[in-house]
């Protein structure tokens, strides 16, 4: 049974994400993943009771369970990371999804994401069930403090902190009352940064605004900056491990133009190197690499894939255009409070945000989806491609057709009965037009396909 997403299992708690699901879950990440296992939260008011429940199953099994406590993902992994005798670690938390919701994301010994062969192996004992150990081999629980210090501690050691601190830079850093409430408030003060925090009350209920850092929900922190005078605002999504920026003069800033600045910045700190991104990324990001001495590497959609693309292919660099960013040098996930800070060395070297922003080349990017029955997504990528098997295809993620002026993606959603369809160009007209003529391309497709498939089982209409 197919359990994991994207990122982990995620659901509404008491409904689909039940203490029994979490207790049995625990029991299969303590067979698979080993001896000693570090759990951590973020802020949602289910997350002790799922955390207690997976616990329970842990140490039923034989595992001792550290307790960090309420951290961000990046926290986590970082502690997971750094001890050779933890062997794994979970996660608590539905990132960005509404507060109803919360998951479970584990966590390999070496800190990174679970494989997908990791976690079919813990689905399928999740099926089979796990034996338990006799009284005397009950694991143990232990809370552990400091995994939030000592993450903040690593990333001020990973930047010019002095840099950063004599540029007597003002932020406004809106926490989303999620679990970076501590840890990048904290950071701003050890980095010499003078920090205004909206939203740092760990309330599980997201009172604020919803948790996913989009540029609708940043309407406050927006004008916050412009009232304070602020050099940038920093904001990140439920459980930390993604951050977005905001201009000095109020302006969002997308996650393919933050992407595309800490490129620059990364290939210029390391003498050029490799950024890998993934094919829904704006040629934004390649344009101004290439021009920075460095080279793209493309992969599917999933953080995951990027950094285990990145670790495999020596990556000094790379993300997704959600404001997720992965730094080689410090560690293999995303890695929120550490862009916020490298955000800010390049700040404190190269001058504000704003200007660096509009020195960038200029793209646009439709973004629309359609309607698709998730048995017809396959269907109508294999028509798609068939229809234009002479052009530059692209197969990665979905299908991705290249044009000497800009490129068509189109993808099926992972999550809902849904097909994406993105088409860039520096031209906002020619973007425009090629997204019209795939979104009715592709619906004139589903209209045969879902007509055959009635024909064929006239029954199931
Ligand atoms: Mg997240």
Known sequence: MKMFGTNGIRGIANEYLSCELALRIG?????????????ATDTRVSSEMIKSALASGLMSVGSDVLDLGMVPTPALQHFVKNRPEVTGGVMITASHNPPEFNGIKCISGDGTECTPEEEARIEDLYETGVGCVGWREVGSV????????????SIVSAVDAGLIGHAGLTVCVDCANGASVNTTPELMRRLGVRAITLNGNPQGEFPGHPSEPTEDNLSALKRMVVDTGADLGIAHDGDADRCVFVTGDGRYVSGDVSLALLSRYILGRNGGGKVVVTVATSSLVEEVSEAAGGEVQYTAVGSPIVARAMRADRGVFGGEENGGLIFADHQYCRDGAMGAAMMLECIARNGALSEQVDSL???????TAIACPDDLKRKLIESVSEAHSGERCNL????RIDYDDGWVLMRPSGTEPKFRIYSESKDPETAERRSKEFVSEAEGILRNLSRASRTASPSSA
């Open 27 to 39: 029991r299969s990440v303590g067979a698979v993943l080993g001896g000693r296992i570090a759990v």
């Open 142 to 153: 232990t809370r552990v403090e400091g995994a939030g210090d000592e993450y903040v501690e």
């Open 361 to 367: 080349p200029r793209y646009r990017t439709v973004k």
């Open 396 to 399: 990665t993620d979905g299908l």
